[in-house]
């Protein structure tokens, strides 16, 4: 399932909890370490942010395409903060190995170690991260009830 957000952390590094007021999207999917990121001035606005793996060529830019602000050549705080959930929910081995990071993994002991491998700005639109973090949302606002879901089936 490479392509899947379903995968479960190691035992020897367990996942963490979560700051899902920050970051309240996060997932290793299609090759990528993305997630959605709130905004610390403006209720309505995220940041959508992805680590690609293999070249760790990132962007970061709101829900509404507009580029980050913070964005250089280097990962902005939005990138850094999707980092350091992806690590708390997954592990930090299974991040890195699905990023499949350059070089020499066992010199990795940070959140830095990693952003510091990174690749350059890759610009790409914001809409199929924000996309899936929407049908999140959507699993959220729906009334507890025993019944099963059809499109969770296959977790049974």
């Not at 209720?43 to 760790?56: H, K, P, Q």
């Not at 580029?67 to 903060?81: E, V």
């Amino acid at each position: 399932m490479p392509d899947s957000s379903f995968t479960a952390s190691s035992q020897k590094n367990a996942a963490t909890k979560r700051d899902v007021k920050q970051v309240p999207f996060v997932e290793l999917f299609n090759h990528r370490v993305q997630g959605v990121v709130s905004s610390g001035s403006d209720i309505e606005r995220v940041y959508v942010s992805f680590f690609e793996a293999g070249t760790l060529d990132f962007y970061c830019s709101t829900n509404n395409n507009r580029p980050c602000g913070g964005l250089g050549g280097y990962p902005c705080k939005h990138l850094q903060a999707v980092m350091k959930e992806a690590i708390a929910a997954y592990g930090f081995d299974q991040v890195i190995n699905y990023l499949k990071v350059p070089g020499d993994v066992s010199q990795i002991t940070s959140v830095g170690d990693i952003i510091n491998r990174r690749g350059t700005v890759k610009k790409e639109p914001a809409s199929e991260v924000f996309s899936r973090f929407l049908n999140y949302l959507r699993y959220l606002e729906l009334e507890t009830s025993n019944s099963p879901l059809p499109e969770m089936s296959w977790f049974v």
